[in-house]
């Protein structure tokens, strides 16, 4: 005999996700995207408590008031929106070239990985990195400049990984390093881009209405709350008859 869930949702209000309202949503700025579970902003929430997943989910403000997600490589990225149906959110570098900084790149360390157009980036779009003479015909190069990272006399050029190079002189130019598998457009500036996160898993309380979070004073679990901040219940039907109910 099976079982099926029925959630009883009963009217929401616009309150914080969480009984007490310890780990509400913040932000760094009215302009600035709305942070809450499994995110946690460092500095508007009180200290020694775990709002955030795990502590790969810090944002924290800057002085300019930026909702900033630093990553363990200390590379910085300026979060631009957050969204928590698809559990993506829209990044974009922090700080002035960040090509000099992909050599320390690694997203297999954090919670996160890039999404592109055609879904999550694994395995394509590595590239190498150049330092060539200026003196070298600009033709023979299969790949575009980075200007960031020019000096005097020499160019940098990002060239995809898997480009044959048989037919290329490159006599001029001395590879600098390979880059884990990133966007390609991380190497234009001002560029747009987006991370995902799979874990954990909220997609479908949101869906049902509810917001995600960890329950601070009992449990310390994550739970699917109602706006109001009680636990959603699921009661469990076989047939017509109610055996049991559930908080989650």
């Not at 900084?101 to 150049?130: A, I, M, Y």
Request: charged share 20%; net charge positive.
């Amino acid at each position: 005999m099976l079982i099926f869930p029925a959630i009883l949702a009963g009217r929401q209000s616009t309150a914080d996700a969480l009984p007490d309202g310890t780990c509400a949503e913040k932000r760094c700025s009215q302009s600035g995207p709305p942070v809450r579970f499994p995110f946690q902003l460092r500095g508007k929430q009180p200290a020694g408590i775990n709002c955030s997943y795990n502590p790969g989910y810090d944002l924290y403000c800057d002085e300019s008031n930026r909702t900033i997600l630093e990553l363990p490589s200390s590379i910085k990225f300026l979060v631009t929106e957050i969204d928590y149906a698809s559990q993506m959110m829209q990044v974009k570098p922090a700080e002035y070239c960040i090509a000099k900084q992909l050599r320390h790149l690694n997203l297999s360390t954090t919670p996160f990985q890039f999404f592109t157009s055609t879904g999550p980036s694994v395995f394509e779009d590595k590239f190498s990195l150049f330092n060539c003479s200026t003196k070298i015909n600009r033709e023979v190069i299969p790949g575009e400049i980075i200007h960031c990272l020019g000096t005097p006399g020499y160019t940098v050029f990002w060239i995809p990984l898997d480009t044959d190079l048989s037919g290329s002189d490159l006599r001029g130019c001395t590879k600098i390093f390979d880059t884990v598998t990133v966007p390609d457009v991380i190497f234009f500036e001002d560029s747009t881009m987006n991370l995902t996160w799979s874990l954990p898993e909220c997609k479908n309380c949101k869906n049902r209405g509810g917001v995600c979070g960890r329950e601070i004073k009992e449990t310390n679990q994550i739970r699917c709350f109602r706006h109001s901040g009680r636990p959603m219940k699921i009661y469990y039907i076989v047939g017509k008859f109610c055996l049991y109910r559930h908080y989650y």
